[in-house]
Structures are given as structure tokens and as C-alpha cells.
């Protein structure tokens, strides 16, 4: 294997294992709290990523077992029940580094893996692992 091949596996092991501690810590923590909702929220657990969605009822269903959720929504549509710590203002990066993708001053960005509307569909393609090699 060359170095590339490598941290290529490296971080497909990592994925991997990452995929399966959230999912137990779904199946032990999340799903008793969604099928029996507590009254009020639990606390957040800090150690989570957290999730953006779009639709209110999942968010306020995720607020209240603890997952850290941010709402992606026009502040006209939200509910005035919904409690709104900061409201942000979506902007879009302008400084990210791309020396490293550029090749004779010219970008040559990754492949796209999916193209078309979010979805099941782009996660299942998301999730594929690399199967060629980087030598190619």
C-alpha cells in the first residue's frame, strides 16, 4: 500500500467506527426518549455534533432528548412556542484555502460523488466507500 492508500483506509476505518457508536448511541440513548418524550428537554449532551434541519416538528422532537439541533428556517415560519437562543444570518465562505487543490494555479477540485437533490438517495451515495486507488 502506498502512504495515500493508507489514510485513505485510515479514514474509512474511522467513518466507520463512527457510524457505529452513533448508531449506539442511538438504539441506547435517543430512541427510549423519542418513543416516550419527557416533558421537558433533557440536557444536551455535549460530546454529540448536533444536526441542522429544516422541519420544526424533528427539531423540536430532537431539542427534547438532548440532541443539539440548529433550525435552517425563515424566522417568519418558526413557531412563536419555539425558543430561539440566536438567530443567524446564512453567509457563505469566501476564505477557504484552496492552495492545496490547485495544480498550476488552476483549481481541480474532488470528483463529484452524487449530483441531484438532498435525500436518501445522496446519503446512500455519500456513504459508498472508496474503492480505486489513489495511484491511478
Known amino acids: 500500500l502506498v502512504f495515500q492508500e493508507l489514510v485513505?483506509?485510515?479514514?474509512?476505518l474511522q467513518h466507520t467506527l463512527l457510524?457505529?457508536?452513533?448508531l449506539l448511541d442511538y438504539v441506547?440513548?435517543?430512541y427510549p426518549l423519542l418513543t416516550s418524550p419527557p416533558l421537558k428537554p433533557v440536557h444536551a449532551n455535549p460530546t454529540w455534533m448536533g444536526c441542522f434541519m429544516r422541519n420544526t416538528k424533528v427539531c423540536e422532537s430532537?431539542?427534547?432528548?438532548g440532541v443539539l439541533v440548529w433550525l435552517v428556517?425563515?424566522?417568519?415560519?418558526i413557531p412563536l412556542t419555539m425558543n430561539i437562543i440566536h438567530p443567524v444570518q446564512l453567509t457563505f465562505c469566501e476564505n477557504i484555502v484552496r492552495a492545496m487543490y490547485l495544480e498550476s494555479g488552476v483549481s481541480k477540485p474532488f470528483l463529484s460523488i452524487f449530483q441531484g437533490p438532498g435525500g436518501l438517495l445522496?446519503?446512500?451515495h455519500m456513504c459508498q466507500y472508496y474503492e480505486?486507488?489513489?495511484t491511478e
Do not use: K
Open 132 to 134: 480505486g486507488t489513489l
Open 8 to 12: 485513505a483506509f485510515i479514514m474509512q
Open 62 to 65: 430532537l431539542y427534547f432528548v
Open 19 to 22: 457510524d457505529i457508536h452513533a
Open 28 to 30: 441506547e440513548i435517543l
Open 122 to 124: 445522496c446519503h446512500y
Open 73 to 77: 428556517h425563515d424566522e417568519e415560519f
